[in-house]
Every structure is written in C-alpha cells, then in structure tokens.
Nanobody
C-alpha cells in the first residue's frame, strides 16, 4: 500500500514563500502521476497542481489558474518525493494542502486520485 506524508506547511506573511514536500513510501511504481490539492475551511477540496511521474509525459505539469505563475510542482524520483514551491503567497492560499496519487479520470477532480496524505496546514497572514 502506498503511503503519502506531507510536510512543510506553516504560517507566512503575504508575499512570502513556502515549499511543501510529499514523501511517498511503500510499493512505488515509475508511472505514478501525483497531484496537490487544497481545502479551505467550509470549501471543497480543489485542484492545485499535477505532475506526471515518468513515461512519455515525464514531468508534464498542470496548474490551477489561481496559482499559475506563483506555484511550481516538481519531483525527485530518487527520493520518491513531490514538492510544491509556493511563492507570492496570498491570504486566499490559506488551506490544508494534500498530495494524492493519480488513479484515473480528469486530473483536476479529487475523485481521480487515491492514497491521500494527512495534509499540511498553510496559513497566509495579511
């Protein structure tokens, strides 16, 4: 079974930066595609970014419009880790951030992912 553990969240001021990590343990496959989602209080979990793990789409990335140009998703295959570099943070970025392993379906839907981590809190103060 795949286990995902997020880390790197915290409290930051508007305009600041954070880097989130998602370590993947257990049985791993070179074809994993990984995604980051976030959930603010009282809101549904929403897509943030996705990165293909290997194969013909190696390193292919997608971003939500709300984070495009500010966030960067990357991966280190040797460390089985996915990162989310977040720059120019805004108060509306405040949420619990989750990483998930893509399974099937539209990449921007929560239901397309499985094996979620426990989440890491990001709070951006104004």
């Amino acid at each position: 079974q795949v286990q995902l553990v997020e880390s790197g969240g915290g409290l930051v001021q508007t305009g600041g930066s954070l880097r989130l990590s998602c370590a993947i343990s257990g049985r791993t496959f070179s074809s994993y595609t990984m995604g980051w989602f976030r959930q603010a209080p009282g809101k549904d979990r929403e897509f943030v970014a996705r990165i293909s793990w290997s194969g013909w789409s190696l390193g292919l990335t997608y971003y939500a419009d709300s984070v495009k140009g500010r966030f960067t998703i990357s991966r280190d295959n040797a460390k089985n880790t996915v990162y989310l570099q977040m720059n120019s943070l805004k108060p509306e970025d405040t949420a619990v951030y989750y990483c998930g392993r893509y399974y099937s379906g539209p990449y921007y839907l929560e239901g397309a992912y499985t094996d979620w981590g426990q989440g890491t809190q990001v709070t951006v103060s104004s």
